[in-house]
């Protein structure tokens, strides 16, 4: 089975300081591994996927993430936060057996940041 | 982007009484869509999976007869809890695949889910 572990419950950064989310996986197989954000009150919004090839990916509002295969991580990273990106962040990975395309999630990482 | 609708974004409801929640893929159609429920501080769960033009399929631990899933159309799968007390209150987030290629793939995109509050 798929599992996903987001080991920080909260991450707290000053704006303008570099973050990082971290987030290890077990798959079976090939991973297929997401991020996702989520505002108070709302849904999911889809920052960043890795599916194959380059193991930095750049996704949206200037987060990216490394795939690391010997350390089957996938920490989400931002060189400069903002107040603004204070959200719960979800690390996911995505079974693709049969046709279920199921996503796992981690448990999320509330990040923090202050002026 | 594609868009997710889903609807209504709160409810309130009294103990016993049915409520259905709206999921609907706006500008793209959806064979499978995802139901999850996401409880305060907590992650999503997956409930089940909603096929259309077939039964959804459940995950372990949620009930069916409770959580009735209708997914009639290639645009808009329901969620209905039926007979709901306080501990079904909850955040409900449905999602929708949108297929690019062959089985497994595709992008699945999310509502900004319903908020259930039961008396």
């Known amino acids: 089975a798929q599992s996903v572990a987001q080991p920080e419950d909260q991450v707290n950064v000053a704006e303008g300081n570099p973050l990082t989310v971290k987030c290890t996986y077990s798959?079976?197989?090939?991973?297929?591994l997401f991020w996702y954000v989520q505002y108070p009150n709302r849904g999911l919004q889809f920052l960043l996927k890795?599916?194959?090839?380059?193991?930095l990916v750049k996704g949206s509002y200037g987060f990216e993430a490394e795939f690391n295969k010997s350390q089957t991580s996938f920490h989400l990273k931002k060189p400069s936060a903002l107040v603004s990106d204070s959200a719960l962040y979800f690390c996911?990975?995505?079974?693709?057996?049969?046709?279920?395309?199921?996503?796992?999630f981690g448990t999320g990482t509330r990040l923090q940041v202050t002026l | 982007g594609a868009v997710v609708s889903q609807h209504p974004s709160w409810v309130i409801c009294k103990s016993g009484t049915s409520v259905k929640i709206e999921c609907r893929s706006l500008?793209?159609?959806?064979?499978?869509m995802f139901w999850y429920r996401q409880f305060p501080k907590q992650s999503l769960m997956l409930m089940a999976t909603?096929?259309?033009?077939?039964?959804?399929?459940?995950e372990q631990g949620v009930e069916k007869d409770k959580f009735l899933i209708n997914h009639a159309s290639l645009t808009l799968s329901t969620l209905t809890v039926t007979s709901a007390h306080p501990e079904d209150s909850s955040f409900y987030i449905c999602?929708?695949?949108?297929?690019?290629?062959?089985?497994?793939?595709?992008?699945?995109?999310f509502g900004e889910g319903s908020r259930l509050t039961v008396l």
């Open positions: 890795y599916i194959t090839g380059d193991n």
């Open positions: 500008d793209f159609q959806a064979t499978t």
């Open positions: 798959v079976s197989g090939n991973p297929y």
């Open positions: 999602s929708a695949l949108r297929s690019i290629g062959g089985a497994g793939t595709g992008e699945l995109f």
């Open positions: 909603s096929n259309e033009g077939s039964k959804a399929t459940y």
């Open positions: 996911a990975v995505r079974d693709i057996s049969g046709t279920a395309s199921k996503l796992t």
